[in-house]
């Protein structure tokens, strides 16, 4: 089994706006928290300033641990194409806000666009489920 460490950061201004990347290594682009794997010895909490900051451009505060999520993907269903073992995926989930940058898109990464959207429409995004999961862990109504 192969295993997956990354760490999230729910960030929401104060104009109920929350902060995603545009994820485009799946089936299909679909929005998702700004975050990612771990490098090996990397801290989770330098993990997810670092992941914000290539994704969104961005430089946060990292707040509570909101939780850790975690998840076993059969090998058929990963996005890897010739994977031949599960994925054990361990999430971990953060709260941030922003401290400097501005926003701008990730080139030649893992996600493609970043952007704000008002709470109430995240449900008409497509989103990956992470959003979802991110949200009740922070106790966020949307």
Avoid: C
Avoid at 17 to 40: F, H, K, V, Y
Avoid at 41 to 56: L, S
Wanted: glycine fraction near 10%; charge should be positive.
């Amino acid at each position: 089994m192969d295993l997956r460490v990354a760490a999230y950061a729910v960030i929401i201004d104060e104009d109920d706006r929350i902060l995603l990347s545009r994820w485009i290594e799946g089936r299909r682009p679909a929005w998702t928290m700004p975050g990612g794997g771990l490098d090996a010895g990397e801290d989770p909490a330098d993990a997810v300033r670092r992941e914000v900051r290539e994704e969104t451009g961005y430089r946060v505060q990292v707040g509570d641990l909101l939780g850790i999520h975690s998840r076993v993907i059969p090998a058929g269903r990963r996005v890897t194409p010739d994977a031949v073992a599960p994925l054990h995926t361990l999430r971990i989930v953060y709260r941030a806000r922003i401290v400097g940058g501005r926003l701008r898109n990730e080139v030649g990464g893992s996600t493609d666009r970043a952007d704000w959207f008002a709470l109430s429409g995240v449900r008409r995004l497509h989103r990956v489920k992470l959003i979802d999961i991110a949200l009740k862990m922070a106790d966020v109504a949307y």
